[in-house]
């Protein structure tokens, strides 16, 4: 294995790693904003939320 090969296999576990946490991170974002949508057409959901 050289150098080139090296350097080939830790860009890709890289892209690899930051494509996984990009889904998690758009996952959680569309969750929250689905549940900020919720809570905001139901008041007595978001008021259920709080206490």
Excluded: W
């Excluded at 090296?6 to 904003?33: G, M, P, Y």
């Excluded at 919720?38 to 008021?47: V, Y």
Aim: hydrophobic share 40%; aromatic share 2%; glycine share 2%.
């Amino acid at each position: 294995m050289n150098v080139s090969d090296a350097r080939a296999r830790i860009r890709d576990t890289d892209f690899a790693e930051e494509s996984a946490k990009l889904s998690q991170q758009t996952i959680i974002q569309q969750a929250a904003s689905s549940m900020l949508t919720q809570a905001n057409s139901r008041p007595q959901l978001a008021l259920s939320l709080l206490g």
